[in-house]
């Protein structure tokens, strides 16, 4: 009887381990998608400030084309 209760509790624990280690993985993969997160968010900022600097650049250049023309 005591083996059955050695190997159930060997069985708890290895379960108790396992659940450990998924949850630990899911937390490192959920802080390493915000890191990836913030670093996407930062570089779609600056592209969308360099696009809006060439729609500045690109109108004014077809304003001056088309005054001048």
Known sequence: MSFVRLLVSFAVLLVSLGHLLVSSCAT???VLFTREFRTFTREFCCFT???GS???EF???SWVCAVYS
């Open 28 to 30: 490192l993969g959920f």
């Open 49 to 51: 400030r360099e696009f």
């Open 54 to 56: 060439f729609t500045r």
């Open 59 to 61: 109108v004014r250049h």
